[in-house]
T-cell receptor
Framework: DAGITQSPRHKVTETGTPVTLRCHQTENHRYMYWYRQDPGHGLRLIHYSYGVKDTDKGEVSDGYSVSRSKTEDFLLTLESATSSQTSVYFC?????????????FGQGTRLTVV | GQQVMQIPQYQHVQEGEDFTTYCNSSTTLSNIQWYKQRPGGHPVFLIQLVKSGEVKKQKRLTFQFGEAKKNSSLHITATQTTDVGTYFCAGSGANNLFFGTGTRLTVIP
């Protein structure tokens, strides 16, 4: 498996509290992505990064922010968690955005907002 | 925005039967990738198709990319219990990677 680690792996938090999920890679890949996975919706892109301090929104970015101050770390923050953000969150990395670049996924973070 | 739809959403087959999942995009894709996610696991890359009309095989799995590069399919011949999981297609956009809704395959022994 590629060197990609998500933390925490599981978290239960209360509505209205801030939550930060961390994705750490040791591959020096340029591209990093945050997805959420919910039944019936597949993998939906939240935010992505194409370099240090270069980020952009995905299709479900409302309520989420990200930061990438170093190549190896991509943080996803829920400023004020809501029950609709209960989900499994996956981080992925890619060396490039062109063809012939597969994505490698972390193990996922299961977040429950109560 | 870019959208990729997959059908069916779920498929139950008897072991030994064939299985096919279809992926359709609203826009022309530069390439398409397929991933497999085992229950409780994370998506794992299977293959990438780039050329119009391309067909690739991996043992019992056959992947096709449509002539118009807007659709793709994954066919599994003679399913085995090890094939269970969710299969996703994915297309590349400008810097991003967007996934289809996935097809969950159950294989009944």
């Amino acid at each position: 498996d590629a060197g990609i680690t998500q933390s925490p792996r599981h978290k239960v938090t209360e509505t209205g509290t801030p939550v930060t999920l961390r994705c750490h890679q040791t591959e020096n890949h340029r591209y990093m992505y945050w997805y959420r996975q919910d039944p019936g919706h597949g993998l939906r892109l939240i935010h992505y990064s194409y370099g240090v301090k270069d980020t952009d929104k995905g299709e479900v970015s409302d309520g989420y922010s990200v930061s990438r101050s170093k190549t190896e770390d991509f943080l996803l923050t829920l400023e004020s968690a809501t029950s609709s953000q209960t989900s499994v969150y996956f981080c992925a990395i890619r060396s490039g955005a062109s063809t012939n670049t597969e994505a490698f996924f972390g193990q996922g973070t299961r977040l429950t907002v109560v | 925005g870019q959208q990729v739809m997959q059908i069916p959403q779920y498929q139950h087959v008897q072991e030994g039967e064939d299985f096919t999942t279809y992926c359709n995009s609203s826009t022309t894709l530069s390439n398409i990738q397929w991933y497999k996610q085992r229950p409780g696991g994370h998506p794992v890359f299977l293959i990438q198709l780039v050329k119009s009309g391309e067909v690739k095989k991996q043992k019992r799995l056959t992947f096709q990319f449509g002539e118009a590069k807007k659709n793709s399919s994954l066919h599994i011949t003679a399913t085995q219990t090890t094939d269970v999981g969710t299969y996703f297609c994915a297309g590349s956009g400008a810097n991003n990677l967007f996934f289809g809704t996935g097809t969950r395959l159950t294989v009944i022994p």
